[in-house]
């Protein structure tokens, strides 16, 4: 019982990028289906598929290099922090016969934790920041499919 709560609120693997190549197609595509959004902390970079796919739907992928956060505990923690807002934030978009794939990076070096900033005010800032871009790109991207359907 315990294994099928844990799975239940977890962003699920049909639901993540996986492969290298998924991760170059959304970031290295410059055409009109590309949608770029950036805050304080993040970049998104969303890629609009055309071509049928086996599943439809929102897949997100995550990055956060070494150069913005040097320990892998950091990258980690901040890994956990976009999974966890990307999972509150998947049923904001709904459309059949669409295929998203989002990727969210982060584009700035994080301060040292416990030093310029606390651990908890950090999560928390990186969490609304987050929450804040998802909400923003999801408006954006349904006002532009409404009136690109009408």
């Known amino acids: 019982m315990e294994e099928s709560l ?8 049909s639901r993540r990028l996986i492969k ?3 991760y170059g197609a959304v970031l290295s595509s410059g055409t009109k289906r590309v949608y770029r959004c950036s805050t304080k902390w993040l970049a998104l970079t969303a890629l609009l598929q055309t071509h049928p796919l086996p599943q439809t739907g929102l897949r997100f992928g995550f990055t956060v290099g070494k150069l913005n956060a040097h320990r892998g505990v950091d990258r980690v923690l901040i890994k956990r922090i976009l999974r966890e807002s990307a999972r509150h934030q998947q049923h904001e978009l709904r459309y059949e016969h669409v295929s998203l794939d989002v990727i969210l990076r982060l584009r700035r ?3 040292s934790l416990g030093k310029d900033i606390s651990l908890k005010t950090f999560k928390k800032e990186l969490r609304s920041d987050c929450d804040q871009l998802l909400q923003s790109f ?7 499919n409404t009136s690109a359907e009408k």
Do not use: C, E, G
């Open 6 to 13: 844990r799975k239940r609120y977890t962003l699920p693997r």
């Open 20 to 22: 290298t190549a998924d």
């Open 109 to 111: 070096k994080i301060p």
């Open 138 to 144: 999801f408006l954006k991207f349904s006002q532009r």
